[in-house]
């Protein structure tokens, strides 16, 4: 049961980090395009429209999403060893893992 609760927990924090992340991203995207469109001059009559770029999102954006807090990781791999669910020699890699980075 407490090895269900952990998985749960890391669920919710890396799925609220990605959409925060994401709406972050556009909302930072959208001052930018203001910004751009308020200092471009205005078009001539013969000037070509142009076009917004199509703006994809990848599975690798999401991928790259910024990863939990490495504190958080750490306290949830106290809380796994502390219910015998790691043994220390888990333990002590997965800790080398996140303070490496």
Same mark, same amino acid.
């Given at each position: 049961?407490?090895?269900?609760?952990?998985?749960?927990?890391?669920?919710?924090? %890396?799925?609220? *980090?990605? &959409?925060?992340?994401?709406?972050?991203?556009? /909302?930072?995207?959208?001052?930018? #395009?203001?910004?751009?469109?308020?200092?471009?001059?205005?078009?001539?009559?013969?000037?070509?429209?142009?076009?917004?770029?199509?703006?994809?999102?990848?599975? %690798?954006?999401? *991928?790259? &999403?910024?990863?939990?807090?490495?504190?958080? /990781?750490?306290?949830?791999?106290? #809380?796994?060893?502390?219910?015998?669910?790691?043994?220390?020699?888990?333990?002590?890699?997965?800790?080398?893992?996140?303070?490496?980075?």
């Amino acid at each position: 049961m407490g090895l269900l609760r952990g998985v749960a927990r890391t669920a919710v924090v %890396a799925g609220t *980090a990605t &959409a925060v992340s994401g709406r972050v991203q556009r /909302r930072q995207q959208a001052r930018w #395009d203001a910004q751009e469109a308020s200092q471009q001059p205005p078009q001539q009559e013969y000037a070509q429209p142009q076009y917004a770029q199509p703006q994809y999102e990848t599975a %690798a954006a999401e *991928a790259a &999403a910024p990863a939990t807090d490495p504190l958080e /990781r750490l306290k949830t791999l106290g #809380d796994l060893k502390a219910q015998g669910i790691l043994s220390e020699a888990e333990f002590e890699a997965q800790k080398a893992k996140i303070l490496a980075g």
